[in-house]
């Protein structure tokens, strides 16, 4: 009984981890060619409605860790082709508001990034995507490193045997605002790990970021 009370006052409590993933952008030129179905005219949608969410979590709670997850390579060569350093500023970003950055270069590197956010006992309490994405996957470099398609992506049914599912905490608040995640990959999602992944039936409007909110869904959210 005292041990059991000694151990109680000196172990740590688990404690909540945001993971946010960000995915890459579009190469400018690529898109161009495309008309009215270009994507990805600024470069930094994805980033910046990322830093918006970090913004509100930090509203939320000061002290609360967060591990930021973003696709290096398509940043990369947006900067190569706008002659800017977007991979430092990203960096300087997550600098700025004292957040975890880990850069991914690959499909498999995202996967093992959000399997090793939470520390000990620790759980992800919430996770948030930005980047595209269609019905069935997060699409880490759509339009490029191939117009009009990806390379690298989470696919629905990988997520059962890439993401552990004991890193998340009971009724954790997952969201995506990728285009149609709501149409099949949200019940992928609570089936692979028991928590419900909020998403958008229809195509993602990415506009609302540059007012300093949230991106918004055309079609209903789902979850």
């Known amino acids: ?21 960000t995915g890459g952008v579009a190469l400018k030129s690529w898109e161009y060619l495309r008309g ?3 994507h990805d005219n600024w470069w930094a949608n ?4 990322s830093t918006i969410r970090i913004q509100l979590a930090r509203r939320e709670n000061p002290a609360q860790r967060i591990v930021w997850i973003v696709f290096r390579p398509a940043y990369v060569t947006r900067s190569r082709e706008e002659g800017r350093d977007y991979v430092k500023m990203i960096r300087e970003t997550a600098a700025k508001y004292h957040v975890q950055l880990v850069y991914a270069d690959t499909a498999a590197q995202v996967y093992r990034a959000i399997n090793v956010a939470p520390r000990g006992s620790d759980r992800v309490t919430s996770f948030f995507y930005f980047g595209h994405s269609n019905a069935h996957a997060f699409m880490l470099d759509y339009s490029n490193s191939i117009i009009g398609a990806s390379k690298q992506w989470l696919h629905e049914d990988e997520l059962a045997f890439r993401i552990n599912r004991n890193i998340f905490a009971p009724g954790a608040r997952c969201e995506s605002y ?3 995640t709501g149409l099949s990959m949200s019940a992928k999602w609570k089936a692979a790990f028991g928590v419900y992944l909020r998403g958008n039936t229809a195509s993602t409007r990415y506009q609302p970021v540059g007012e300093g909110r949230l991106p918004e869904g055309t079609g209903k959210w789902v979850q």
Do not use: H, Q, T, W
Request: glycine share 10%.
């Open 1 to 21: 009984m005292v041990l059991a009370v000694l151990l109680g006052i000196f172990s740590s409590p688990a404690r909540g981890v945001e993971v946010i993933l």
């Open 36 to 38: 009215p179905a270009k």
């Open 46 to 49: 994805f980033v910046r409605a």
């Open 178 to 180: 990728g285009c149609y």
